[in-house]
C-alpha cells in the first residue's frame, strides 16, 4: 500500500477538518489553479482561433501558392502568362495539391452618378474555387463565372458597396484606362461579400475572366496566373519545393519565365504580424503558470504548519522525512486536480458559449473579425492540463522540505 498517497487521501477528503486556516487556503490554492488554467485555456483557443481566420481569409484571396510570370513577381502592373491545359494537368498531380484555377487581373474605376472608386477587377472562370466567396456573401447571388464568355456581372465587396451606395442588382458603370485608351463597360452588381480585410475589401471585385483578359488587350490564351491550393497547410513548403522543381524557371509556349510564391511570400506583413502573437500567449501562460505557483506554495505552506503536530507524530512513529513529503506533494496534487476540472469546465465552456453565441463583439476596422474568434484544439489542451500539473508540482518540491526542518519533540507543543 502506498502510505503516502493514503494519509493524503484522508486529509483532503475528512470532510470533519474543520480548521480556520488550511480550509480556506485549499480554497483559495484551488480557486488559483481554476483560473490559471482557465485563462490559458481561453487565451490559447482566441490566439488559434484569430490566427485560422485571419489565415484563411488572405488564403481565400490569394490562395496557397501562386504561379505566375517573373515579371510579374517583380511588379505591381498585371502581366500576362499562357497556363495552358498541360500545364494546369502537371500542377494538379503534384503532391498535396487540391486545386488549381486560372485567374486574370487589370485595374479599374467604378462609377456612379455620385462617386467613384478606383478598384482591382479579378477575372475567374468556372475552375476557380469559389467557396470562400460563397461563405463570405452578405447580399444577392454568386454569378457562375465562365472562362469563355462574359455576363456584364461583378462582385463587389460591402466597403464598395457602401462608398458607391449600391446593393445587388444595381448597375453600375467602369472604366478601363489602358494604352491611352479609356473602356467603359456597364456591370450588374450580381453580389455583395464582406470580410472586413480592409486591404483586400476596398480594392478587390470579382468578374468573368474573359472580360478581365480582353480589357488588358492579352490574346485568349493568357492570363495573369494561377492559384493553387493544398490539402495541408502544414506540407505548405514541402509542395511548393516539387512545384519550384516542376515548374520554376520553365517558359510558357510565349517564353515567359515562370515563377511560384507562397501566401506567406505573397503577404509577409500579415504572416509576421500574426506569429508575434505567440509571444503574447507564452507570456500569458508564464504568468497563469507562475500564479498558479505562488498560490500553490503558499497554501502547502500553511498546511504544513497547520499540521505539525501530526508530522510530529508521523516522525515519532518511524515515518522518514522522505515519505512525509511525498504525502505534502499528494495532498498538493489533490488540490491542483480539482482546481484544474473546474478551470477546464470554466475555460472550455467559455470558448463554447462564444463559439455558439458570439457573445464578445470585437471591431472590425481594428480586429479583421466582428466577433472573438475561438477555436478548440484538445491535443493543446490535455497538454496545457499535463504540463499545469507537472510545472506545479515541481515547484512545490522545495517548500515540501520544509517537513524536514520539524521536530518531533517540539512539535507535540506546537498549536
Not at 13 to 22: E, L, Q, T
Not at 133 to 144: A, T, Y
Not at 254 to 267: A, F, P, W
Request: glycine share 6%.
Amino acid at each position: 500500500m502506498n502510505l503516502p498517497l493514503f494519509l493524503a487521501n484522508r486529509i483532503y477528503s475528512d470532510d470533519g477538518d474543520h480548521r480556520k486556516v488550511s480550509r480556506p487556503a485549499i480554497r483559495i490554492a484551488t480557486i488559483g489553479v481554476a483560473i490559471g488554467l482557465a485563462v490559458m485555456i481561453i487565451t490559447v483557443s482566441v490566439v488559434i482561433g484569430f490566427k485560422h481566420t485571419i489565415q484563411d481569409k488572405v488564403i481565400g484571396f490569394g490562395s496557397h501558392i501562386q504561379v505566375e510570370s517573373f515579371i510579374a513577381s517583380q511588379s505591381t502592373t498585371p502581366y500576362p502568362v499562357c497556363i495552358d491545359d498541360s500545364l494546369i494537368q502537371v500542377l494538379q498531380k503534384i503532391p498535396g495539391v487540391r486545386h488549381v484555377g486560372r485567374f486574370a487581373l487589370t485595374q479599374g474605376i467604378l462609377k456612379t452618378d455620385q462617386d467613384f472608386l478606383g478598384v482591382a477587377v479579378k477575372g475567374i472562370g468556372e475552375d476557380y474555387d469559389t467557396h470562400f466567396l460563397e461563405s463570405n456573401l452578405v447580399e444577392g447571388k454568386l454569378p457562375k463565372f465562365s472562362s469563355k464568355q462574359n455576363s456584364n456581372q461583378v462582385v463587389i465587396s460591402r466597403k464598395m458597396a457602401n462608398k458607391l451606395h449600391l446593393k445587388a442588382g444595381d448597375k453600375v458603370f467602369a472604366y478601363f484606362i489602358s494604352y491611352n485608351n479609356v473602356r467603359a463597360r456597364r456591370f450588374t452588381v450580381a453580389a455583395i461579400y464582406e470580410t472586413n480585410m480592409t486591404q483586400f475589401d476596398e480594392t478587390l471585385c470579382f468578374t468573368d475572366m474573359p472580360l478581365a483578359v480582353k480589357l488588358n488587350n492579352w490574346e485568349s490564351d493568357l492570363c495573369s496566373g494561377a492559384e493553387i491550393l493544398v490539402k495541408d497547410f502544414s506540407q505548405l513548403q514541402a509542395t511548393e519545393d516539387v512545384l519550384i522543381e516542376k515548374v520554376n524557371r520553365h517558359t510558357d509556349h510565349h517564353g515567359e519565365i515562370l515563377t511560384s510564391r507562397t501566401v506567406q511570400e505573397l503577404y509577409p506583413q500579415v504572416f509576421s504580424w500574426l506569429s508575434l502573437l505567440d509571444i503574447n500567449v507564452w507570456i500569458i501562460l508564464v504568468l497563469m503558470v507562475c500564479v498558479a505557483g505562488f498560490t500553490m506554495i503558499s497554501g502547502l505552506l500553511i498546511i504544513i504548519l497547520e499540521r505539525t503536530q501530526m508530522i510530529g507524530l508521523l516522525k515519532a512513529l518511524g515515518a522518514r522525512n522522505k515519505s512525509i513529503r511525498h504525502t505534502f506533494l499528494w495532498f498538493a496534487v489533490f488540490i491542483i486536480g480539482r482546481g484544474m476540472l473546474w478551470g477546464n469546465i470554466i475555460g472550455i465552456g467559455v470558448v463554447l458559449l462564444q463559439q455558439y453565441t458570439g457573445l464578445i463583439h470585437l471591431d472590425p476596422a481594428n480586429y479583421y473579425v466582428d466577433t472573438a474568434p475561438m477555436e478548440l484544439n484538445i491535443p493543446l489542451i490535455a497538454l496545457l492540463n499535463v504540463a499545469t500539473l507537472i510545472v506545479t508540482v515541481f515547484i512545490l518540491i522545495a517548500p515540501s522540505f520544509l517537513v524536514s526542518r520539524i521536530q518531533p519533540s517540539k512539535s507535540m507543543r506546537y498549536e
